[in-house]
C-alpha cells in the first residue's frame, strides 16, 4: 500500500469515526435543545347553581313555579320583588286552604352549615321559612295553617351571592291532638319562661341556642293561637331612683319587643310594660343578685 493511499484511508476513517461520535453523542444536546410546547392549564369548574323551585305536587294541588323565594347568604330577609308566578300560586294556594280546613303547608328553609345566623331562631333555614310564612300571611294566608321547618343542606350552592330559592314545601293533614300540643307547649313557656338579661344601663341581646328555641315556640304559639299576645316585661335591680328604673326597664322591654318584630311577630301580638327594682328574683345586696334582677322576662296571656 503506497503512502499516498495510507493517508488517504486514515482521512476517510478520522471522517467516519468523526460522523460516529456526532451522532452518538451530540444528537441529544440538539434534541433537548427544542421547545416543549406550553401545557394548557385546565381553569378549575365551578359548581352549577343550585334552584328549588315553588312546587307542590300533592294529589289536590298542584302548582309549579320555576322562581321561588331567594335570598343572600347568612341572611333571612326575603329579595324582593317576588315574581308574579309564585303571587298566583301563593293565590292558588290560599284558595285550596279556604276550600280544605283540614290542610296545612308546611314550609321547610334550607341553610349551609357556614352561613352565619344573626336571627332570634335556632337555624337560618327556621328564619328563612318564618320570613316566607310572614309573607304568606300579607296575602291573606293564616298564620295557623303555615308550619314552619328548618334543614340542613350543605349542597346549596349560590349564584354569585343569591341563593336560589333554599326551600321546600309540603301539605300536611292538621293532627288531630294540635290543640292539645298547643296547650302544652304554652305551659311549657310559661312555666320556665324566656329571659333575657342584661348588664347596668345596657339594653343588648345575645340569645344562647336554648333561648333560640324558646323564641321559635313563642313564635309558634303566637301563630298558632288566635288571639294570642305575649307579655314582655322589663326588671331592673335597685341601683339608682326608681323613676329611672321604671324607664330603664321599660326600655328594655321596648328593646325587646323590636326585637321579636325584626323576627317576624307582629306588633300587635306583644305587650311590652316596665317594673323596674319592684318584683326582684332574688335580694340586690350583692352584684350576683343585682345581675339576676337586670332581665327582661317574656310570656304568654
Given at each position: 500500500?503506497?503512502?499516498?493511499?495510507?493517508?488517504?484511508?486514515?482521512?476517510?476513517?478520522?471522517?467516519?469515526?468523526?460522523?460516529?461520535?456526532?451522532?452518538?453523542?451530540?444528537?441529544?444536546?440538539?434534541?433537548?435543545?427544542?421547545?416543549?410546547?406550553?401545557?394548557?392549564?385546565?381553569?378549575?369548574?365551578?359548581?352549577?347553581?343550585?334552584?328549588y323551585p315553588f312546587a307542590f305536587s300533592e294529589d289536590e294541588f298542584a302548582y309549579s313555579a320555576?322562581?321561588?323565594?331567594?335570598?343572600?347568604?347568612?341572611?333571612?330577609?326575603?329579595?324582593?320583588?317576588?315574581?308574579?308566578?309564585?303571587?298566583?300560586?301563593?293565590?292558588?294556594?290560599?284558595?285550596?286552604?279556604?276550600?280544605?280546613?283540614?290542610?296545612?303547608?308546611?314550609?321547610?328553609?334550607?341553610?349551609?352549615?357556614?352561613?352565619?345566623?344573626?336571627?332570634?331562631?335556632?337555624?337560618?333555614?327556621?328564619?328563612?321559612?318564618?320570613?316566607?310564612?310572614?309573607?304568606?300571611?300579607?296575602?291573606?294566608?293564616?298564620?295557623?295553617?303555615?308550619?314552619?321547618?328548618?334543614?340542613?343542606?350543605?349542597?346549596?350552592?349560590?349564584?354569585?351571592?343569591?341563593?336560589?330559592?333554599?326551600?321546600?314545601?309540603?301539605?300536611?293533614?292538621?293532627?288531630?291532638?294540635?290543640?292539645?300540643?298547643?296547650?302544652?307547649?304554652?305551659?311549657?313557656?310559661?312555666?320556665?319562661?324566656?329571659?333575657?338579661?342584661?348588664?347596668?344601663?345596657?339594653?343588648?341581646?345575645?340569645?344562647?341556642?336554648?333561648?333560640?328555641?324558646?323564641?321559635?315556640?313563642?313564635?309558634?304559639?303566637?301563630?298558632?293561637?288566635?288571639?294570642?299576645?305575649?307579655?314582655?316585661?322589663?326588671?331592673?335591680?335597685?341601683?339608682?331612683?326608681?323613676?329611672?328604673?321604671?324607664?330603664?326597664?321599660?326600655?328594655?322591654?321596648?328593646?325587646?319587643?323590636?326585637?321579636?318584630?325584626?323576627?317576624?311577630?307582629?306588633?300587635?301580638?306583644?305587650?311590652?310594660?316596665?317594673?323596674?327594682?319592684?318584683?326582684?328574683?332574688?335580694?340586690?345586696?350583692?352584684?350576683?343578685?343585682?345581675?339576676?334582677?337586670?332581665?327582661?322576662?317574656?310570656?304568654?296571656?
Amino acid at each position: 500500500m503506497t503512502k499516498k493511499t495510507t493517508n488517504l484511508l486514515g482521512i476517510i476513517i478520522t471522517i467516519l469515526a468523526g460522523t460516529y461520535f456526532y451522532i452518538t453523542c451530540c444528537s441529544e444536546c440538539g434534541m433537548s435543545s427544542k421547545k416543549e410546547p406550553d401545557k394548557e392549564v385546565m381553569a378549575p369548574v365551578a359548581d352549577e347553581a343550585t334552584s328549588y323551585p315553588f312546587a307542590f305536587s300533592e294529589d289536590e294541588f298542584a302548582y309549579s313555579a320555576n322562581n321561588n323565594f331567594n335570598f343572600n347568604p347568612s341572611s333571612s330577609t326575603i329579595l324582593l320583588p317576588v315574581t308574579q308566578d309564585i303571587e298566583d300560586g301563593i293565590g292558588r294556594l290560599n284558595s285550596f286552604l279556604t276550600e280544605n280546613s283540614n290542610k296545612v303547608v308546611d314550609v321547610t328553609g334550607y341553610y349551609k352549615s357556614d352561613e352565619e345566623n344573626d336571627s332570634a331562631f335556632p337555624n337560618l333555614g327556621l328564619a328563612r321559612a318564618n320570613a316566607v310564612k310572614n309573607y304568606f300571611v300579607s296575602k291573606g294566608i293564616p298564620s295557623r295553617l303555615i308550619n314552619i321547618y328548618g334543614t340542613l343542606k350543605n349542597e346549596l350552592v349560590p349564584k354569585g351571592n343569591i341563593y336560589l330559592g333554599p326551600l321546600g314545601y309540603n301539605l300536611t293533614e292538621r293532627p288531630e291532638d294540635a290543640d292539645d300540643k298547643l296547650k302544652a307547649l304554652y305551659n311549657r313557656i310559661n312555666s320556665n319562661p324566656l329571659t333575657l338579661k342584661f348588664n347596668t344601663a345596657e339594653a343588648s341581646i345575645n340569645l344562647s341556642s336554648e333561648q333560640r328555641q324558646k323564641f321559635a315556640d313563642i313564635s309558634t304559639y303566637l301563630d298558632k293561637v288566635e288571639g294570642a299576645t305575649a307579655n314582655v316585661v322589663g326588671h331592673t335591680d335597685n341601683t339608682g331612683q326608681r323613676a329611672t328604673n321604671i324607664a330603664l326597664g321599660q326600655e328594655r322591654a321596648d328593646f325587646a319587643k323590636a326585637y321579636m318584630m325584626r323576627n317576624g311577630i307582629s306588633e300587635s301580638k306583644i305587650n311590652a310594660t316596665s317594673k323596674g327594682p319592684d318584683e326582684p328574683l332574688v335580694s340586690n345586696a350583692t352584684e350576683e343578685g343585682k345581675a339576676q334582677n337586670r332581665r327582661t322576662v317574656i310570656t304568654l296571656n
